[in-house]
């Protein structure tokens, strides 16, 4: 697998709590964007951030960024 899979073009934006979170980098995990462990076989491996207080965050859900884990607006050049 060279590319990661799509799961949706835009990003995920969800209000988070403080804590470790596993960002999903191969796209084939069932609880985007969160790694389920899908990844195993692919040569992807998730990205493993620390919150540290409540905030949005704009997760990437095309899995092209630049600023992985997080959206950079990259999604809108993806062709369709």
């Given amino acids: 697998m060279n590319?990661?899979?799509?799961?949706?073009?835009?990003?995920?934006v969800m209000?988070?709590?403080p804590g470790k979170y596993a960002w999903c980098a191969?796209?084939?995990s069932k609880n985007q964007p969160f790694c389920d462990g899908s990844h195993k076989g692919t040569?992807?491996?998730?990205i493993v951030v620390e919150i540290k207080e409540n905030q949005t965050v704009a997760w990437c859900g095309c899995k092209h960024s630049q600023k992985k884990p997080y959206c950079d607006?990259?999604?809108?050049k993806l062709s369709s």
Avoid: L, N, S
């Fill in 3 to 12: 590319e990661p899979r799509v799961p949706q073009t835009d990003p995920y």
């Fill in 43 to 46: 040569g992807f491996v998730p």
């Fill in 15 to 17: 209000d988070m709590k």
């Fill in 26 to 28: 191969c796209g084939e």
């Fill in 73 to 76: 607006g990259t999604h809108k």
